[in-house]
Structure formats: structure tokens, C-alpha cells
């Protein structure tokens, strides 16, 4: 069984965004909709958002390694 991480979403929800976009005119669709503020946030503000997210990656990258 694979380890899953908190953010994991079930089959249901990713089957019903899949035909939400297959219906859609538009070019991206997020999911869960919680995370389009993190996106935004990203896209806006990189450079403040950027360095947080590559500590969190790396410490991520150095806790599974050991």
C-alpha cells in the first residue's frame, strides 16, 4: 500500500473534476478548490513564496532519506 500524504484526494473527487474539465472551456482546473488561493499566491507573489516552498521541499527530501 502506498503511503499517501494529507493532501490525497479520493476517486470520486478527482473522477468528478476530470468530467467537470472534459465539459469545461477552460484551460485549468484545481483541485481540490482550497489550493486555488495557494496557486494564486504562488503566481503573485513568487519570490516570497518560492524560498518557503523549497525549504519545506528539501525538508521534506532530507526526513524521507533518513
Same mark, same amino acid.
Given at each position: =500500500? #502506498?503511503? $499517501? %500524504?494529507? =493532501? &490525497?484526494?479520493? %476517486?470520486k473527487t478527482v473522477a468528478q473534476a476530470v468530467l467537470r474539465a472534459a465539459n469545461s472551456t477552460r484551460l485549468e482546473i484545481?483541485?481540490?478548490s482550497v489550493a486555488r488561493g495557494a496557486v494564486w499566491m504562488k503566481n503573485t507573489? #513568487? $519570490?516570497?513564496i518560492n524560498p518557503i516552498l523549497g525549504m &519545506?521541499?528539501?525538508?521534506?527530501?532530507? &526526513?524521507t532519506k533518513n
Open positions: =500500500m #502506498p503511503k $499517501y %500524504s494529507r =493532501m &490525497s484526494l479520493n %476517486s484545481i483541485v481540490p507573489f #513568487p $519570490y516570497l &519545506s521541499f528539501k525538508k521534506q527530501l532530507d &526526513s
